[in-house]
């Protein structure tokens, strides 16, 4: 299966801070590569999928990027509502595997 | 409005059953690929399964292989995931996902909608 590993586990930022998530694939996944919000107590949302294409109704805040095994999240100003945990999946094999995650606290 | 609605969970023996079931409204079910999603208490989210559009076709997890079964009836817009030999080790939070596909007839890339989760608790 391919490993996804994220970085920083966690992070604390400020509202109105720029936070970069990074993800990184055991092998390259040709920007097969979708991004997650979870909030505590609710069920993971979909922000952005092949690596940079943003869902609809997402707010242009969130941007993503990269190529081969290496991509990130950007958040451009991150807002209140922003606070929650990161989790990238790769779909470019048919076993689907999530990194662990990235945790964004208020600082 | 998609609307994803799972039901089933609740206590079970480690080596019992358990089948969960996922009621989808809001769009046309037979024409997308669906899968399960697990989350262990205080964990991060694990993909258990996937199906396709017409069901012919389904993918496992290494850690459910051969213990989990995944099927839908699209003449009842519902997604089931029946769970056998369960141990501990599966407790966690089952979400119900509704996948984008290339096609009808293709697995699910990513998962666009979600449920909001059914838990599952193996424990003597």
């Known amino acids: 299966d391919i490993q996804m590993t994220q970085s920083p586990s966690s992070l604390s930022a400020s509202v109105g801070d720029r936070v970069t998530i990074t993800c990184r694939a055991s092998?390259?996944?040709?920007?097969?590569l979708a991004w997650y919000q979870q909030i505590p107590g609710k069920a993971p949302n979909l922000l952005l999928y092949?690596?940079?294409r943003l869902k609809s109704g997402v707010p242009s805040r969130f941007s993503g990027s990269g190529s081969g095994a290496d991509y990130t999240l950007t958040i451009s100003s991150l807002q209140p509502e922003d606070f929650a945990t990161y989790y990238c999946?790769?779909?470019?094999?048919?076993?689907?595997?999530f990194g662990g995650g990235t945790k964004v606290e208020i600082k | 409005e998609v609307q994803l609605l799972e039901s089933g969970g609740g206590l079970v023996q480690p080596g019992g059953s358990l089948r969960l079931s996922c009621t989808a409204s809001?769009?046309?079910?037979?024409?997308?690929?669906m899968g399960w999603v697990r989350q262990a208490p205080g964990k991060g989210v694990e993909w258990v399964s996937a199906?396709?559009?017409?069901?012919?076709?389904?993918y496992y997890a290494d850690s459910v292989k051969g213990r989990f079964t995944i099927s839908r009836d699209n003449s009842k817009d519902t997604l089931y995931l029946q769970m056998n030999s369960l141990r501990a080790e599966d407790t966690a939070v089952y979400y119900c996902?509704?996948?984008?596909?290339?096609?009808?007839?293709?697995?699910?890339?990513?998962?666009?909608?979600w449920g909001q989760g059914t838990l599952v608790i193996v424990s003597s």
């Open positions: 996902a509704k996948g984008y596909a290339v096609t009808t007839g293709s697995r699910p890339y990513y998962f666009d909608y």
């Open positions: 809001g769009f046309t079910f037979s024409n997308y690929a």
């Open positions: 199906i396709t559009g017409s069901g012919g076709t389904t």
């Open positions: 092998q390259g996944i040709t920007n097969s």
């Open positions: 092949a690596a940079s």
């Open positions: 999946q790769q779909y470019y094999s048919t076993a689907l595997t």
